[in-house]
T-cell receptor, first 113, second 110 residues
Framework: NAGVTQTPKFRVLKTGQSMTLLCAQD?????MYWYRQDPGMGLRLIHY???????AKGEVPDGYNVSRLKKQNFLLGLESAAPSQTSVYFC????????????FGPGTRLTVL | GESVGLHLPTLSVQEGDNSIINCAYS??????FIWYKQESGKGPQFIID?????DKRQGQRVTVLLNKTVKHLSLQIAATQPGDSAVYFC?????????FGGGTRVLVKP
């Protein structure tokens, strides 16, 4: 049982490049979330999903897109990366029906030059 | 949007002393609160939670207090140890989302 995993762990992009971050969970959780964390700040919600095929905007959704084609995977896409998107990205999952417990991945450190 | 905030950005504490971390929340619809610990380079780690129908909950060396009247919660760490050095976040949830505060760094002095 790996819990929540994220790929890649580190990435450096040039302004304007695109990339996709992958989050996977093996706990059969319905809910999945993408957060970003800037230095010295708390995590801010980008997008989330309450089930396969559904997504919703969080607090800071601009510049990001997401997809939840499979229950176990939640993808975060940057179509045209900007330096302001330099951050650490965390994925989380939760089975809210059985209690509100969020499990977090180890994070992806993204630098946009 | 509604957010959770903290009063102290950094807390220095002597090893063996008790630590108290405070947090103010603003969403009156929140009915569930969590304290997380985050070490450098790692994701948030669950410490303790509390539901709005409680005002105190104790764990191993940690206690969370909730004051709904003034929308305030606190985390007390007893006999602080070097391994407690980290950033601590409070988070609130009114339903299926979790909103984080800005964090407090705890530095344990030997």
């Amino acid at each position: 049982n790996a819990g929540v995993t994220q790929t890649p762990k580190f990435r450096v992009l040039k302004t304007g490049q695109s990339m996709t971050l992958l989050c996977a969970q093996d706990m059969n959780h319905e809910y999945m979330y993408w957060y970003r964390q800037d230095p010295g700040m708390g995590l801010r919600l980008i997008h989330y999903s309450v089930g396969e095929g559904t997504t919703a905007k969080g607090e800071v959704p601009d510049g990001y897109n997401v997809s939840r084609l499979k229950k176990q995977n939640f993808l975060l896409g940057l179509e045209s990366a900007a330096p302001s998107q330099t951050s650490v990205y965390f994925c989380a999952s939760s089975a809210l029906a059985s209690g509100r417990v969020w499990f977090f991945g180890p994070g992806t450190r993204l630098t946009v030059l | 949007g509604e957010s959770v905030g903290l009063h102290l950005p950094t807390l220095s504490v002597q090893e063996g002393d008790n630590s108290i971390i405070n947090c103010a929340y603003s969403n009156s619809a929140s009915d569930y609160f969590i304290w997380y610990k985050q070490e450098s380079g790692k994701g948030p780690q669950f410490i303790i939670d509390i539901r709005s129908n409680m005002d105190k909950r104790q764990g191993q060396r940690v206690t969370v207090l909730l004051n709904k009247t003034v929308k305030h919660l606190s985390l007390q760490i007893a006999a602080t140890q070097p391994g407690d050095s980290a950033v601590y976040f409070c988070a609130e949830s009114p339903g299926n989302k979790l909103t984080f505060g800005g964090g407090t760094r705890v530095l344990v002095k030997p």
